[in-house]
């Protein structure tokens, strides 16, 4: 048995929390773990650990390594593939069955369960024991978990239920979002389930759905690996719900009632958080009725007078809607930041790099504050800036140096001094984080001022 795991999210449902360059499956939202992290815990516990394969894009290839690292330091760099180009699930899907069945060889008939990276799930045990089930009986069909709603919600595509077995139903139809009279009336029901995105199904299954119903997927799909991969940006951007499910008459769906979310809309995280977490005492509220506070940082947030309101603070952004209007509400202002260009959509004043990450504390016009996060056995770049020079300090751990034609070790309250134009790195040899704050002078600041000699990750 076998799991594919899609983490490849544009980052702006969330925003300000998520951004383009670091998106909601990679946030700590209701744990100590990420979104992404939660997914492969649930999931190791129905295949096994080294069965688990990610999809990603190339710019957040390393931040799936370094989470899954994190908690799982035997996990293999072999088990994130990259996608040429960000289209849809359907090529994302068609990519890691191509790759299990040319390069690790797997058996053609072997079950593979496919989720995405970014979803809630409350009861785990539950989850884990309907996927294991499902997976042992999906046979020669595509399955697909639906998810026992719990309200008539229009955010959700829905599926219908036709003859029942005993383990699961056939589907009778997929539904895409509807109107809130329509969701009342799926609701009402009791013969709709919500579409959760979640599929099970063998290579040779998956093959065949493919020719009959998406020829372009299955002639790609009889191409080497390597001519697979050349074409793929040319393969059409469309979900497996439009590519297959919704012209099959081999799905089978088995119900899921486990606490599921999609974590859609800050009203959803509202709802998760009441019943996880304790109430945060740097959050105050003072004469507020229906209040919801999340932030990143630990700084004291107070609310007053309010009532329906969401407040969402991240270190460079606030956001503040109104209660039950968070979903179309963020998709307006996203809409707007990019109109206008604003850089906040992007990035953060966290940035992650395949080395480990960097947080801006100060930022002048000819000087700027750094602290930087260097993963156990990893390095910065082998490098050099024109306009600007930097002086090290370590806080935390150990660090191994280049300054110029200099290699030494700086310990904790340690320091060096980088003038302008000197090759410099530096690498973690330790098994901890190493900490150090950077302090940057000059007349410009800005990232793009780097002359890379050596990469470790293959940057220019």
Not at 313 to 327: H, P, R, T
Not at 388 to 409: C, M, Q, Y
Request: hydrophobic letters at 35%; one cysteine or more.
């Amino acid at each position: 048995m076998y799991s594919i795991i899609l983490c490849g999210g544009s980052g702006t449902r969330l925003w300000p929390l998520s951004r383009k360059n670091f998106p909601k499956q990679f946030l700590k939202l209701y744990s100590d773990n990420s979104l992404l992290q939660e997914t492969f815990l649930r999931m190791k516990d129905v295949v096994p650990s080294e069965n688990v394969y990610f999809v990603t894009n190339e710019e957040n290839y390393f931040n799936v390594l370094n989470q899954i690292k994190e908690i799982y330091p035997d996990f293999s760099p072999s088990q994130v593939l990259k996608e040429p180009a960000s289209l849809n699930t359907m090529p994302a899907i068609v990519l890691a069955a191509k790759y299990l069945c040319d390069k690790i060889g797997i058996d053609e008939t072997a079950p593979i369960i496919m989720s995405p990276s970014d979803h809630y799930i409350g009861d785990k045990k539950t989850y884990v024991e309907l996927a294991k089930k499902a997976l042992t009986t999906v046979g020669d069909n595509i399955g697909t978990i639906g998810i026992t709603p719990t309200m008539a919600h229009t955010g959700l595509g829905y599926i219908k239920k036709g003859d029942k077995s005993s383990d699961y139903c056939k589907v009778s139809a997929f539904k895409e979002k509807p109107d809130l009279k329509t969701a009342e009336e799926f609701f009402q029901s009791g013969q709709y389930l919500w579409n959760a995105g979640m599929y099970l199904f063998s290579i040779k299954t998956l093959c065949s759905e493919l020719e009959k119903h998406a020829s372009e997927f299955h002639a790609s799909f009889g191409k080497s690996f390597e001519a697979f991969l050349d074409g793929f940006k040319n393969l059409p951007a469309i979900s497996i719900d439009y590519a297959i499910s919704e012209k099959s008459d081999n799905i089978i769906m088995f119900e899921g009632d486990f606490g599921w979310s999609d974590i859609g809309s800050f009203d959803a995280l509202a709802e998760i958080l009441k019943k996880t977490k304790d109430k945060n005492p740097k959050h105050v509220s003072v004469d507020c009725e229906n209040v919801f506070v999340h932030s990143a940082s630990d700084g004291l947030i107070v609310t007053s007078g309010l009532k329906d309101v969401i407040v969402i603070e991240n270190n460079d952004s606030i956001l503040v809607q109104k209660m039950g209007e968070s979903d179309s509400g963020v998709k307006k202002v996203v809409e707007y930041l990019k109109e206008k260009k604003y850089p906040e959509l992007s990035d953060d004043i966290v940035v992650y790099r395949p080395w480990g990450k960097y947080e801006v504390l100060i930022e002048g016009k000819n000087h700027k504050v750094k602290k930087f996060t260097v993963y156990p056995g990893e390095s910065l770049s082998l490098q050099m800036h024109k306009r600007r020079a930097e002086h090290w300090v370590v806080v935390r751990g150990t660090a191994n140096i280049v300054n110029g034609e200099k290699s030494f070790t700086l310990h904790e309250s340690e320091s060096t001094f980088i003038p302008r134009e000197t090759k410099h790195r530096i690498s973690n040899p330790g098994k901890t984080n190493l900490e150090i704050i950077e302090v940057q002078t000059g007349d410009y600041l800005e990232e793009d001022d780097i002359v890379r000699f050596e990469d470790s990750y293959g940057r220019k």
